[in-house]
């Protein structure tokens, strides 16, 4: 799972590369029209916009909030996201690769600590609007929202067909009915797999689906777009860009009882 990917590795999905191990020289920055943030594309030359580069890390598991999503920017959205720890090694060198390719000597991530210990990890996330939450109707005249708990309706998932990652890589915005799950990869890294069972990112999709969340300790390679924007807010320290790693699924490599 080492290898950088991307046009070196053809028998996969040209797009999907290690940002640890891939050459910044076949990488861009790019702003689409009408968007704030910078997008990590595929080198381009010509004027037609370049195609999104899809990343992997591979991560050993803090918390996980997939197969259920977790509110943490409000009710009327979805918040879909795994926080994991990166092999020590490959976060420096992928932190490196980024810093390259965007121009910033500094970028701040998106951390997340869990417990009283504050284990940090990084925060893979997608924002969905939640079309299936119902809104409160306001009243003629009023300008604001009855106070009051409210319990948002269980949201609509897998109600299209599971889509491949070059499908996944073009998408701009997400919506409650997109494809951003856990499948089941454990087959392919056993000790006892047979040598002719490889594993293919382009074939993610066609894996298992997990219907559980993944567990602490369990190790998982995430699959991200790398994206920044400008900030000025203080808990970057002194980064006046952040990073932000837009998931668009997982794959289980092992769980914490196997290893």
Known sequence: ???????????????????????????????????????????????VAPSRLICVDVVIVLDCNIVHWTNVYGQDKLTKQLVGVPMRGEHERATAFFGTVFGHNKLGMTSYSIGQKEAAGIAYRSVVFNAATPSTPKKPGLGFTPRGPRTPAAPRMNATP???????????????????????????????????????????????????????????????????YQTTSTSYYSAKHVMSHNLYGVALLARRNDV
């Open 1 to 47: 799972m080492l290898y950088a990917g991307g046009r070196a590795n053809p028998e996969d999905d040209p797009f999907v590369i290690n940002p640890a191990r891939y050459d910044p020289a076949d990488a861009m920055p790019y702003t689409f029209p009408g968007a704030k943030a910078t997008v990590l594309c595929a080198k381009n030359a010509s004027d």
């Open 162 to 228: 599971t889509r491949s990652l070059l499908d996944m890589r073009d998408k701009t915005a997400w919506a409650h009915t997109d494809d951003i799950g856990l499948w089941d990869a454990r087959e392919y890294f056993c000790a006892n797999k047979p040598d002719l069972l490889v594993y293919r990112h382009e074939d993610l999709t066609s894996l298992p689906r997990l219907s559980q969340e993944l567990q602490s300790g369990d190790i998982a390679l995430v699959y991200y777009s790398a994206s920044t």
